[in-house]
């Protein structure tokens, strides 16, 4: 049996034993951590470890020991990526999703599943041109199709060949079907989490209306305020700030300790659920806000440094020169990486 041991109400958790330890943090997440691997309870302000029949309360926990949250997030051993990383700064990429089949069809579409029009597979491809370069170390997606086929058309341009997995933590029987037996094809590969938090805002009642057609039903103004007010939800629908209650708890919670721990992270989502990260990222008012509107599969690229979030890249318009706008670590990074290839 496993014998997990808790250094004091705050600390590591180190495994020792024959199977892996359960770990639940504050938003209920549970992962699975392998023998071996200590592991830092830190960003979790409230939760529950477990070890066959032992259990912890975990009630703060900020502890400096090495962190290994995934097993399959361990870095790569190019050389070159770990200078990157002792940088103490990660790349942060927002993607909305491509086109997709109601967006073409100007339909209201919120959570419901719909996949990618062919431009929108061109546009994801186009998108994962532009980040090649990037070592993308981790992706977040929604749980929607839209949002992950973007993902993974625009993994497929990535100069470093790494190969997007989609994690399935949903139970045990997924998390172990789904395991990877070998050390060095985890290193080769780039976990992906699809987090329903990051899904599109839901849009009650409007679901699979024509935008069009209810705007002159309701009239301009009254939809353009369901739209993009901050806090008027459409008919039982979700508004931009109950979108942002779950999306940006998911972000602050998940996405920000993987960028703290030096990984360049690429998030797919939608345009309401990245609308309220960005709020989040780049400090807009809740007036500031309305007027932010972002396109169909334009990378847009942040830099986190010394826990503050750099924009390089536009969200507001396709001019997004930033998005090549390299920090020095990563024009580095290009650099080695041209010199390797050619
Ligand atoms: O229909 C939707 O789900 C969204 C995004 O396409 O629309 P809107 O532009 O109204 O936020």
Redesign the pocket.
């Known amino acids: 049996m496993a014998n997990a041991v808790l250094h004091q109400t705050v600390g590591t958790l180190q495994l020792h034993g024959s199977s892996g330890i359960h770990f639940q943090g504050g938003n209920n997440s549970v992962r699975l951590v392998p023998k071996g691997f200590k592991v830092e309870v830190g960003f979790c302000k409230r939760g529950i470890c477990s070890s066959g029949e032992k259990k912890f309360s975990i009630i703060q926990a900020s502890a400096s020991q090495t962190s290994v949250f995934y097993p399959v997030l361990s870095p790569s051993n190019n050389g070159t990526h770990e200078s990157l990383k002792k940088s103490n700064e990660a790349a942060l990429i927002l993607i909305r999703h491509g086109e997709?089949l109601?967006?073409e069809k100007n339909?209201?579409?919120?959570c419901v599943d719909v996949p990618l029009t062919k431009k929108g597979v061109e546009e994801a491809i186009e998108a994962g041109k532009r980040i090649s370069n990037i070592p993308v170390d981790m992706i977040f997606t929604s749980a929607l199709i839209r949002a992950q086929m973007t993902a993974m058309l625009a993994m497929t341009q990535q100069r470093r060949k790494k190969v997007p997995i989609i994690m399935h933590n949903e139970n045990e029987q997924a998390r172990v079907w789904s395991q990877i037996h070998s050390e060095d094809t985890i290193k080769q590969s780039i976990p992906v989490i699809a987090a329903w938090q990051l899904n599109?805002?839901m849009?009650g009642e409007?679901?699979g209306l024509n935008?069009q057609e209810t705007a002159d039903r309701f009239g301009k103004e009254k939809v353009h305020e369901w739209?993009?007010s901050y806090d008027i939800p459409p008919p039982n629908g979700e508004s931009l700030e109950m979108c942002a209650e779950r999306a940006v708890a998911y972000f602050k919670d998940e996405i920000e300790p993987q960028l703290l721990s030096g990984k360049n992270v690429m998030i797919a989502a939608?345009?309401?659920s990245l609308r309220s990260i960005i709020m989040y990222l780049d400090k807009l008012t809740s007036q500031e806000v309305i007027s932010l509107e972002l396109s169909t599969g334009i990378p847009m690229l942040y830099i986190f440094k010394e826990g503050k979030f750099i924009r390089r890249g536009s969200p507001i318009a396709p001019t997004e020169a930033g998005v090549y706008a390299y920090t020095r670590k990563l024009a580095q990074y290009r650099q080695k990486l041209d010199e390797m290839l050619h």
């Open positions: 997709s109601w967006n339909l209201f579409t919120g599109e805002r849009y409007l679901q935008k739209r993009r939608h345009g309401n």
